[in-house]
Structure formats: structure tokens, C-alpha cells
């Protein structure tokens, strides 16, 4: 059985204190009796607090990013050893604004995905397409070639060590949230790509979640579709509340 998860990307918007208090919050607040994986990805100064004060509940750390070598001369990366000496649990990749803003290409995605893969370090792997995709009906195309370029090339995967995200460009952050049928008719097409490429037992476990503009009121609507497995939060992952009470919809 695939995994429900819900996850909190906290981008570049909290400093140490913030980080510290919203982690205190969550924990209040947090039944640990839910079947739910939870997981935050803080930023890097501050994720081997954060392991420290996850320690034992239950909630899995996150990186936002890992560097695609393990080691060696590349000022200012941070390799999957360094996070894995401070139990830091998997890591974000492929996120659009990433892809955007720092160039990350497929190819840079399948090396990253690849070292990650291989280090058994579990990784959460963004795709979604942009506006202008999603109008010109181009949407279930590009996600293809999303993967075909990725994770498709990777011959094995495990659906304990790889979690795909979908998450449509144009609802990041925008308030525009995908409507239930448009994450379910998406989610399913991944999930039969899933299915040709590595057989329907793979394609079963592997848990797709939902991230766009998902707020309390709109994520038990989302989450309620048979292969929505969940949520990758931004914004609303800075409120505990609102985390934990989108925690509580699935
Ligand atoms: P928002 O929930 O703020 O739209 O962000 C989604 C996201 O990018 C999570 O990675």
C-alpha cells in the first residue's frame, strides 16, 4: 500500500527562531496516531536543529535541495552526506522554482536523482506544467517528457525511496488551486506511466502527491481522489494550524 504524505516546503521564509517555534507548534498540535507521513523541509542552517527537535515524532526532515557530487570542490553545495550525518530524511528535487530560477535542466535532475537514489536517500520529485502548457492542452505531454528525461531513466526505482509531486506551475503560490478532477485526471496519467515503465505493483506503491495553493478548506476535496496520495504545502505549511489541519484532511 502507497504511503499518505503531506509535506511542508518552507522555502527561503523563516529564520531560526521562526523555524524553532513553528517545529514547537507542530508538535502541540500533531496527532501522531494519523497514518500520514509528515514531513517540513527547512532551510539548510537550520535543518540539524530541526532533526534534533523531530527527534522521535515521527515528522521526517527534509532538504530543499542536495548537490549532485558527493564530495569535493564545489563552494557553497551541500552533498547527501553532510545531510545524512545530521539525519536529515530526503530531499526536494526538481521544484519549479528551481528549475527556473537556478537553471536546473533534466540533466542535472537525473544526476542529482541518481545520487540521491543510489545513497538511500529518499527524494521527492517535483514535475507540473506551466500556464501556458496547461491552455495549449499540453499539460499531460510535458509531465511525460518530465519523467521521460528523469526518473524514467532510472531502471529500478523503490516506492519507499521515490515520492512524485505534481505540482501545476500556475498554482504555486498563486491561490489558484488545481480543482480535484484536474489533480486526479493528472495523477492518474502519471500513475499509468508509472505502470508501463516499471509494472502496475511499482505504480500501486508509489505515492503522488498534490502541491499548488492547497489550503485547509481545499485540501480534504484534493486529498479525497483515488490517486491523490497527499500534499506538498507551501504557504500554508508556515501556519501550524493550517499544516496540521490540512495533515488532518486526508
Ligand atoms: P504553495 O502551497 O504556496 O502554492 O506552494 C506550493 C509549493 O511550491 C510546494 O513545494
Known sequence: MRKKIVAGNWKMNVDLNESTDLIKSIKKIYDHNIDVEVCIAPSFPFLKESTELCQGEKIKVLAQNVNDNLKGAFTG???????????VDGVILGHSERREYYNEDDDLLLRKLKVSLKNNFKVYFCI???LEDREKNNHFEKVKNQLDKTVFKIDNIDPENLVIAYEPIWAIGTGL???????QEIHKYIRNLLSERYGKKISDNTSIIYGGSVKPNSARDI???QDVDGGLI????LSP??????????
Request: aromatic residues 6%; hydrophobic residues 35%.
Open 77 to 87: 553545495e551541500v552533498s547527501i552526506h553532510m545531510l545524512k550525518s545530521i539525519n
Open 128 to 130: 507540473g506544467e506551466s
Open 177 to 183: 488551486t488545481a480543482s480535484p478532477e484536474q489533480a
Open 223 to 225: 486529498f479525497e481522489k
Open 234 to 237: 507551501g504557504g500554508a505549511s
Open 241 to 250: 494550524q493550517d499544516f496540521i489541519d490540512i495533515v488532518r484532511s486526508i
